[in-house]
Nanobody
Framework: QVQLVESGGGLVQPGGSPRLSCAAS????????IGWFRQAPGKEREGVSC????????YYADSVKGRFTISSDNAKKTVYLQMNSLKPEDTGVYYC???????????????????WGKGTLVTVSS
C-alpha cells in the first residue's frame, strides 16, 4: 500500500525554523516527484515546493523562496521541508503529495498529484 506520512508540525514562534518530514512507504522516491502544499484557514490549498524524481530539481513558490528548502533522502524514503524565518502567514496544514510532474512556470508551481498525505498542522504564533 502506497502512503505518505507527514510529521514535524506544531506551534512555532515567529522567526522559528522547524523541519517537516514526509515519509514514503510502498514505493521508492525515484518513482514519484514529491511536493509540499499548505492550506491556511479559509483559503485554498497552495503549492509550496516540490522536488523532481528525475534529476532532483527543486521548485518553490515565490512566497517561500529563500526561506524554505526541500530535500530528499532516498535511502530513508523521506522528503524534508526545512522552514526558516517563519511568519504568521505561514500558518496552515502542510501536506506532502506524490506527483507525476513538478515544475514552475515563472509564477507558480505546476504539479500533477497522484495522492496525498494526511497533513501536519503548523501554527506560527507568539
Amino acid at each position: 500500500q502506497v502512503q505518505l506520512v507527514e510529521s514535524g508540525g506544531g506551534l512555532v514562534q515567529p522567526g522559528g525554523s522547524p523541519r517537516l518530514s514526509c515519509a514514503a512507504s510502498g514505493f521508492t522516491l525515484d518513482y514519484y516527484a514529491i511536493g509540499w502544499f499548505r492550506q491556511a484557514p479559509g483559503k485554498e490549498r497552495e503549492g509550496v515546493s516540490c522536488i523532481s524524481s528525475s534529476d532532483g530539481s527543486t521548485y518553490y513558490a515565490d512566497s517561500v523562496k529563500g526561506r524554505f528548502t526541500i530535500s530528499s533522502d532516498n535511502a530513508k524514503k523521506t522528503v524534508y521541508l526545512q522552514m526558516n524565518s517563519l511568519k504568521p502567514e505561514d500558518t496552515g496544514v502542510y501536506y506532502c503529495a506524490a506527483l507525476f510532474y513538478c515544475s514552475h512556470d515563472g509564477s507558480q508551481l505546476i504539479t500533477d498529484v497522484d495522492f496525498w498525505g494526511k497533513g501536519t498542522l503548523v501554527t506560527v504564533s507568539s
